[in-house]
């Protein structure tokens, strides 16, 4: 059994290796019916464990699954979130837990996601165009940041 958890370990990694030479950008993990996707630019650290895999991201727990719970995986090019970089005109600045955002449309509405795609937070930009939104209720982690045409990746700490 050791032997196949050592395998099955080396497999992620060699798939993961060529999977970054693809372009892929995305680990898709699935375990006990709970997906977790993991960025490779952020790249994740995998270990096993008393046949348990655990996914830290920058010393963050992401993932513990045991390798006996039907453990599966894939690699994606775009992101499984749906959430897409956009490039525009709105400006975001991060500071002391917050995110404001300038310049955008009056009404739109800003949401904060967590990394497996679950919506946390949402607002509506005021009538000067601006947001200020509060990540410091929120748990610790990465989330997304979006609105109509900006999307951030920020790590509340």
Request: glycine share 8%; hydrophobic share 40%.
């Amino acid at each position: 059994m050791k032997k196949l958890k050592f395998y099955l370990m080396l497999l992620v990694v060699l798939l993961a290796t060529s999977a970054k030479a693809e372009n892929v950008k995305y680990l898709v993990l699935n375990a006990g019916g709970e997906q977790t996707i993991v960025a490779l630019a952020d790249y994740p650290m995998m270990t096993i464990s008393a046949g348990v895999l655990k996914v830290t991201v920058n010393g963050q727990d992401v993932l513990s699954a045991s390798l006996d719970n039907g453990l599966t995986y894939s690699f994606s090019e775009d992101s499984p979130t749906g959430i897409q970089e956009v490039q525009n005109d709105e400006t975001p600045r991060l500071e002391q837990g917050h995110v404001y955002i300038s310049n955008a449309q009056k009404g739109d509405i800003v949401r904060v996601f967590t990394m497996d795609g679950k919506l946390v937070n949402s607002q509506r930009i005021s009538d000067d165009g601006m947001a200020d939104v509060d990540l410091t209720t929120l748990n610790k982690g990465l989330y997304i940041v979006r609105s109509a045409k900006t999307s951030i990746k920020v790590i509340n700490k």
